[in-house]
């Protein structure tokens, strides 16, 4: 197993599978430090800025004990001989003081605890648990903070310190300590640097005669280090995305695991030895063979990069896409956290350093129902050398990925700043409209290649469109195709998307369109543009005139494919707004007040696999699709009918730790992971509380979601108790909701009659490993919700048999 | 204030180092070059080269020892074993080994035995004898030549390094114990040939060797095993030394780079220790062919013709001037003469001289200004020596017409006549035979007198006369000492000679008596240069340790201004200053003013100006002309130092208001130099 912190949370993950077997949840504050027990290793330490170290059993995934420290817990650390205590890292009074303290854990077999014995070992640290290492098995302790290397020795209660020398002079300006190892049998601290090195310190019980050696390969700052089990290797990493592993500690004897594709955050080795994991800057985490080949990747949403291509939805997969790493589109799939495949656009190795400029992909859009993918790379140097490349890419179905079919060099004089497809059923043809800054806009078409085969298939230039000059802001088509929208500056153009007529313009004088949107289903008439001075003006196309204006600051305006309703971002000083409306009427569906403190960047509606029912007025807008932003620190977060104390913060704070212990039939690997943005935000509803009763304060419900499954009596055995749960929280709900729910059982009947395990296969796209009743796991609370609401009905039905 | 000839033609390039050998007792430091000079360097005496025996174009060092009683041996390609003696500064004599070339020596722990690795592959064994050396047995014959040698301490076994292997001998039965291979494979790939560069014998059994598939390599001597292998080079690794206590040993790479090794306990609790490569030293740029290890440093010489000496700073007590890198490069002593009247100078090489005059100009300008040259410099003369001999010194007199130069055989005296733009030379032949070679030669002042500082001891004074030379008095060692002297100097005004050896005080004679003066005090430190001053016959003697003494000849004592600075102390970044003072000499209208050089700075002391105490700032940059006139004179004092020449090898006054400057920027040495190993560098 593999364990990794993310947020409140501690995920467990197999290294065999990549799937994550258990959340661990209960912390309050974010998790900073895990630590396997030293005296069982099938348990794990866990510690916490709210003040608490939990003790837990991982593989089933239930808390053990809570210790209640009560300071603010920085990192923890356990150590085999210190048999009943552990170190904490905390910090007192200044902002900037850290202490490395022992917590002694009193023996009690009661679930709550206070631990309040601490006795102060190390002083003037770094919080960073990367910076204190215990060595030669817990006989010493290295810490480093800037340029100081502190040993503190257990034995003889004496702290020597190392000081490097830190002069402003060119040679000595990057001799930060960044990060420390000691070498598991041997006298030996490795210490990662700022300017690539990694020193070697042996000799260091002796103020006078202690002595380093230096190994450099790395360009930039040593990240991470740490030894394998036997002490044979040394294992560095660092913003070249390379992981090194420097064998015997000797400069010439080096291994290279390149290509890592992010830099390098964290490194961990199991216990038995023989895995390696890396986690990344771009919320991966990599499993590594001894033998130095990746053997499993983690991959979260990546987050590295600047977001410039905005939030679409594959059509196909239903995966968000978006910038991923550099140079590459990223398909990540909302429902089970996890990247599906990574496209690389740009096609060229990157190179991980500061002041190059990279090539950056600028635009992309689907079309065609996901057969096309348009993507636009720019690159430039200077004001006046840009380098633009537009790429297209069809969906083979063979290999079930994007090919690429044409690659047009300078598209435009000047930078696209819209692309979109036609995606009308009556066009044959597929279309695609790209605007730019240098006052034109291009329609280009699919034809036939030049080929004598006619078989290949390529994009053309087909009409070029311009308006006084002005530069093409925006461009969008209407949901027949019929008409192209396209924005120069402060005028709205309409165009016949036949003859590529001019057809009508508007013209509002309240600033350049920033947005434009043609409206959908019953509100085609509709086109909503909203300008740089904030104004949200609607025209009626029947008409063209003006339908109505809005005084708003619309940062992102999005149509929901499925409905006519249309979200929109407000920028305020105080926060962001959501307000959803339909174009028709001026009066919104719904306001959010305050949805992020932050600017919301982007915004997209996600289709719903399964139509919810919201019968409030105020959550019909989510029924068919569920919004999706992205704010800048990059935090993806949605909209959710879910209880406030459910709710989870968003993190942004990042945490680690590791110790290991080896172990009988299971790898035991303890990692780290920082993973910020797919935290889903419920934003709090107060009239939804009383719709769903709480998971937790149904003893009966609870027992079954945390009892492990081959625990558990027969189903049949729990079911009465299980149902009779359900049917008290059930007289909670109104009349209108059971009656909803019998119509969607007798749908399901079906299915079911003559099952007595109750299967559940029509709702695999819910894809949370649920296959019997019996075997739910503790889940991500939300789908556990979702699963909760089928067992309700589920059971429901089942007792209608009977 | 003065105009400058800012000579950068003296083609200078000293030889690399081939050898380094230290000696504990005396810290002292015998450094072999390519050449095969032999110069001896006292690391007490802040590091100076106190003795240099001239170099033999037949006699390729490949080893250097001392032995018991500071006894200095070498051993070359020629075959021979040279002894030097240390006293008289040439050698004792050279014994044939019989094995064809020797590649390498050691002697024995006790100092009593000396061993040589020949061509032909035979291993050799002498003894030392009080005056000479022996040969007593030779050991099991090799396949291949003997590069390296090294006892064991207990002196009872050797290890020797041949190419592809290693072998090791009982020094009682002389056979061959064990025979250890070599890996050839060089990181994977197939090397003709490993050649083991050096060996060394640890007391616990151990052999250390290096060699030139860039490995250092520790043997288990008993059972013939390799122990551990270190890879810390792409090209050969090609010296090593172990320190006394066995804790440390230091290695040297054809890249450059210095490995040091410590012996270091693997837990703190544990006995059991490893060796662990620790600091790597990137001091040179071509190959490390000779290391040392000292108690408190590490030695390491090569192609590029440092010698650096590296304090190693956990053993150094106190943080002082000796724990500084000390990088010695050209020698200390003097290779330029110069010709006041006719604006010559002669340039000393290892086999030739070369006579240039200097460039005139006619143009004038403000301070700092670079004035373009009217007539640009001349090369004159460039005179070769006959035979193999390396040049020990040279000089050219005063008035330009004399030049004489000797090597450790020969002594030549030549005539110059000058007509318009033509040089004829004319050699002054039938020199007496108590002429044969000299350390030092001097002209007086007014070039009608030759004085002589022969190996003997002796002082010969010779009168010159248009094309022929009388011989004039010889003044004989003091009684019982043998010890040469080394340098000369004259009073302009011809009446006093001053002279001293690498360690005992200065002698001042009278040469109009011709008879000893007196003898100023004996100091600890050896003396770097000397001068006497015009009109008042001081003495100024610069020591090695920076010290500056003036010596008043016709009162027999320490002057007034001496004594002051004596009791006052020089300025502490005076006496760190880490290369001794070569010239001193004296401006001819400023009876107050010194002027006197070492490699990195030129120095005006004003004995009319205080001194400086250690607060005040010692190096001054030029001063602003905004300063008010009242701060500079409260800030002067009698150091006025400048560092815009440097390296300097050369400074003197041409007349009152010239200076000529001769640097030899170390770049244009480096240039001259065979390419170093290529190695890629990160970023470029």
């Known amino acids: 197993y593999i364990f990794c912190v993310s947020g409140d949370f501690v995920k ?25 027990n030293p005296k069982n290793h099938l348990q794990l330490y866990s510690c916490s800025f709210d003040g608490t170290i939990k003790l837990w059993d991982y593989i089933d995934g239930i808390l053990i004990k809570t210790f209640t420290v009560g300071h603010k817990l920085h990192a923890l650390f356990t150590l085999a001989f210190a048999e009943d205590s552990v170190f904490v890292i905390i910090n007192k009074e200044k902002p900037d003081v850290f202490q490395l303290v022992s917590v002694k854990l009193p023996k009690s077999s009661s679930q709550e605890i206070e631990a309040k014995e601490l006795s102060f070992v190390l002083d003037y640290i770094n919080q960073s648990p990367k910076c204190i290492a215990f060595g030669n098995e817990g006989e010493y302790v290295a810490a480093v903070r800037d340029f100081y290397l502190s040993v503190y020795f ?67 700052m040593v990240m991470d280090l740490a030894f394998s089990v036997t002490g044979t290797s040394l294992l560095s990493g660092g913003r070249e995305s390379v992981l ?137 140097e200077k004001e006046t050398e840009l380098e633009l490349q537009m790429k297209l890419w069809m969906y083979n179905k063979k290999t079930q990925g994007f090919v690429l079919n044409t690659k047009i060099n300078m598209p435009h004089e000047d930078h696209i700043t819209a692309l979109c497809f036609c995606n ?33 298939v390529g994009w053309t230039c087909d009409f070029v469109g311009s308006y006084h000059k002005y530069q093409a802001t925006n461009c969008c088509f209407s949901e027949d195709g019929s008409l192209l929208a396209v924005s120069f500056e402060e005028i709205v153009t309409i165009w016949d998307s036949e003859t590529w007529e001019l057809k009508c313009t508007f013209c509002q004088r309240a600033g350049n369109i920033r947005h434009l949107c043609f409206g959908r289903l019953t509100c085609s008439k509709y086109l909503l543009g909203a300008t740089e001075n904030g104004i949200l003006c609607c025209w009626n196309l029947l008409s063209c005139a003006l339908e109505w204006s809005a005084k708003l600051t619309i940062r992102v305006m999005e149509p929901d494919p499925c409905s006519e309703n249309i979200a929109a971002v407000s920028q305020s000083s105080a926060g962001s707004d959501l307000f959803v409306f339909k174009p028709s009427e001026p009066r919104p569906l719904y306001i959010q007040k305050n949805i992020s403190r932050e600017e919301v960047q982007w915004g997209v509606f996600v289709p719903r696999d399964v139509p919810e029912s919201f019968t409030s007025e105020a959550y019909q807008w989510l029924n068919r699709s569920q919004f999706y932003f992205l704010t800048k620190s990059q935090s993806l977060l949605t909209f959710s009918t879910k209880s406030p104390e459910e709710k989870l913060t968003p993190t942004s704070q ?149 | 204030e003065f105009k400058v000839h800012r000579v950068r033609f003296f083609n200078y390039i000293p030889s690399g180092i081939r050898c380094v050998a230290y000696n504990n007792q005396s810290n002292r430091l015998a450094v072999s070059r390519t050449d095969g000079t032999v110069e001896i360097y006292n690391l007490s005496a802040n590091y100076f080269q106190e003795k240099f025996f001239p170099g033999h174009e037949s006699r390729a060092t490949e080893a250097l020892c001392w032995a018991k009683g500071q006894r200095l041996f070498s051993a070359g390609l020629n075959g021979e074993i040279i002894e030097y003696d240390l006293q008289a500064l040439n050698i004792k004599y050279a014994m044939d080994a019989f094995g064809g070339p020797i590649w390498s020596m050691a002697v024995s722990p006790h100092g009593s035995q000396l061993l040589v690795g020949c061509e032909d592959g035979s291993v050799k064994l002498f003894q030392i004898t009080p005056d000479k050396i022996q040969f007593e047995r030779n050991f099991d014959r090799q396949k291949s030549r003997i590069l390296s040698l090294g ?131 990137q001091h040179h740029t071509h190959d490390v062919r000779a290391v040392a290890h000292s108690p408190t440093a590490l030695i390491s010489g090569g192609t590029d013709t440092h010698l650096v000496i590296r304090p190693l700073m956990e053993k150094v007590e106190v943080k002082n001037y000796d724990a500084a890198l000390r990088k010695i490069t050209f020698p200390h002593r003097r290779l330029i003469s110069c010709s006041k009247k006719r604006q010559l100078l002669l340039f000393q090489f290892t086999h030739h001289l070369e006579l240039w005059r200097l460039g005139s100009t006619v143009a004038t300008g403000k301070n700092g200004d670079t004035l373009p040259l009217s007539r640009d410099a001349d090369h004159l003369l460039h005179l070769k020596t006959k035979g193999p001999e390396n040049i020990i010194c040279s000089c050219i007199s005063p008035c330009g017409s004399w030049i004489a130069y000797s090597t450790t055989s020969r002594f030549f005296l030549y005539r110059l006549n000058y007509e318009h733009d033509n040089i004829s030379l004319q050699r002054v032949s039938k020199m007496p035979a108590f002429l044969r070679s000299a350390l030092q030669i001097l002209f007086s002042e007014d070039s009608t007198k030759l004085f002589v500082a022969s190996n003997q001891g002796s002082l010969h004074v010779i009168r010159l006369l248009e094309g022929s030379f009388k011989h004039l008095h010889t003044f004989q060692p003091q009684s019982g000492t043998v010890e040469s002297m080394c340098l000369l100097a004259v009073s302009p005004d011809g009446n006093w000679l001053a002279s001293s050896g690498t360690s005992a005080g200065v002698h001042v004679y009278n040469i109009k008596h011709l008879k000893l003066h007196c003898t100023v005090p004996s100091y600890n430190f050896p003396v770097t240069a000397l001068a006497i001053a015009p009109n008042t016959n001081n003495l100024v003697i610069a020591h090695s340790d920076q010290q500056v003494f003036e010596y008043s000849i016709p009162d027999k004592q320490y002057t007034e201004w001496s004594r002051t600075i004596q009791k006052q102390g020089f300025h502490y970044l005076w006496l760190q200053r880490d290369t001794p003072i070569t010239h001193i000499s004296f401006h001819p209208k400023r009876p107050m003013h010194i002027l006197l050089h070492d490699a990195y700075m030129f120095c005006i002391i004003d004995k009319s100006l ?61 240039a001259q130099l065979p390419p170093p190993i290529k190695k890629k560098k990160f970023g470029t």
């Open chain 1, 12 to 36: 467990v993950h197999s290294t065999a599978t990549e799937e994550c077997v258990h959340i661990l949840q209960g912390h309050r504050n974010l998790v900073t430090g895990i630590q396997l």
């Open chain 1, 154 to 220: 257990f034995k003889k209660k004496t702290t020597s310190r190392f000081t490097l020398s830190s002069s402003k002079n060119k040679k000595h300006a990057k001799n930060n300590f960044t990060c420390v190892a000691c070498h598991p049998k041997e006298d030996c601290i490795a210490t990662g640097h700022k300017d690539g090195k990694i020193r070697l310190w042996r000799n260091f019980d002796d103020d006078k005669k202690y002595t380093y050696t230096c190994l450099h390969w790395h360009h930039d």
């Open chain 1, 244 to 380: 090194v592993e420097w064998r015997d500690a000797t400069e010439k004897n080096k291994e290279f695991l390149p290509r890592l594709g992010a830099t390098i955050e964290h490194i961990s080795v199991s216990p038995a030895g023989d895995l390696f994991c890396t986690s990344h800057s771009d919320n991966k985490i990599i499993i590594i063979h001894r033998n130095l080949e990746a053997s499993a990747v983690i991959q979260g949403l990546v987050k590295d990069s600047n977001i410039f291509t905005g939030l679409m939805i594959d059509p196909r997969t239903k995966a968000l896409v978006l910038n991923g790493k550099p140079g590459h589109l990223q398909f990540y799939s909302l429902q089970h956290d996890k990247q599906l495949y990574n496209l690389d656009i740009i096609q060229q190795e990157y190179i991980n350093d500061y002041g190059l400029i990279q090539i950056e992909l600028t635009k992309a859009a689907f079309g065609c129902y996901g057969n096309w993918l348009a993507t636009v790379e720019q690159r430039q």
């Open chain 1, 424 to 456: 009308a059923e009556k066009f044959e043809n597929p279309t695609l409209v790209t605007a730019s800054k240098d006052g034109h806009f291009k329609v280009w078409i699919l034809t036939d290649d030049s080929d004598i085969y006619k078989k290949a």
């Open chain 1, 654 to 802: 990042q945490l680690l730790a590791e110790e290991s212990l080896p172990t009988t039939p299971f790898y035991f690997i303890l990692g780290k992971h920082r993973q910020q943005q797919d935290k889903k935000i419920n934003e709090a509803l107060e009239s939804e509380l009383v719709q769903l009763p709480l998971t937790e304060n149904i003893p009966a419900i609870s027992e079954l979601l945390h009892t492990p499954a081959h625990v558990l009596p027969s189903a049949s055995f729990l079911c009465s108790k299980f149902v009779n749960s359900l049917l008290l929280s059930k007289e909670t709900k109104s009349g209108e909701e059971i009656l909803e729910d019998v119509d969607m059982e007798e749908e399901k009947e079906s299915g079911d009659d003559s099952d007595e395990e109750h299967d559940f296969t029509e709702n695999t796209q819910d894809a949370n490993d649920t296959d019997l009743g019996e075997d739910i796991i503790h889940q991500l609370s939300k789908s556990e919700e979702k699963e909760l609401r089928k067992f309700r009905k589920v059971d429901y039905s089942w007792i209608t048999v009977l």
């Open chain 2, 151 to 281: 006892w064991h301490p207990s002196g009872t076994h050797v290890a020797a390094g041949s190419i592809d292997y290693i072998s090791v001998f009982d020094v009682k039965s002389g056979s061959a114990v064990h025979k250890m291979l070599v890996d050839r494979q060089y990181m994977g790939v197939s090397k003709r040939k490993c050649i083991i560069w050096g060996v060394a014998f640890l007391s616990d059994g151990t052999v250390i060797s290096v060699d030139s598939a860039g490995k250092v390599q520790f043997w288990d001597s008993a059972t013939g095993t390799l122990v551990k292998n270190h890879l810390i080079a792409n090209a050969d690794v090609q010296s090593i030394a172990v320190s006394d206590q066995e804790d440390s040993f230091v290695v040297g790479t054809a890249e450059g780079t210095v490995f040091h090794f410590q012996l270091v306990s693997v837990t703190s609790n544990s006995s059991e220790k490893q060796w662990v490569r620790t600091k790597p030293f």
């Open chain 2, 610 to 670: 205080p001194l400086p105490n250690d607060k005040t700032l010692l190096y001054n940059p030029l001063p602003p002309t905004k300063e008010s006139d009242v701060i500079r004179r409260r800030t002067a004092h009698a150091f006025k130092i400048s560092k815009i020449y440097k390296p300097l090898l050369f400074m003197d006054l041409l007349d009152e208001r010239t200076l000529v400057a001769v640097e030899r920027p170390l770049d244009d040495i480096i």
